[in-house]
């Protein structure tokens, strides 16, 4: 089973709509959060603990989630999916873009 957490800025757009995607994947088990002081869904040291896989969308994600959890990610992937905040909440190219660069790790 892959327990995928999906991270973006404010778990507003990006993360939740990876979550949504992957959820009705064959042995996948998704999450997200977010990573700005006002995410719908602040990431949790919990979350990262249940992950045995983490997207981030951007390369910033990548960096402030080493600074400020670094302890926690000891033996976790972290995959950055250089997708930029241009997308709407399930909107069709921002699917599609997650099942090219993501589906290829959760397949």
Request: hydrophobic share 40%; net charge neutral; charged share 25%.
């Amino acid at each position: 089973m892959k327990r995928a957490l999906f991270i973006c800025t404010q778990n507003r757009l990006r993360s939740p709509t990876a979550e949504h995607v992957f959820a009705s994947w064959p042995e996948v088990e998704t999450d997200s959060a977010g990573l700005g002081n006002d995410a719908d869904v602040p990431l949790s040291t919990e979350q990262i603990s249940w992950a045995n896989i983490i997207f981030v969308m951007e390369k910033a994600h990548r960096n402030r989630l080493s600074k400020n959890f670094r302890s926690y990610l000891n033996g976790k992937r972290v995959i950055c999916l250089d997708i930029p905040d241009d997308y709407e909440y399930m909107q069709p190219e921002l699917v599609r873009l997650l099942e090219i660069k993501a589906g290829k790790f959760l397949r």
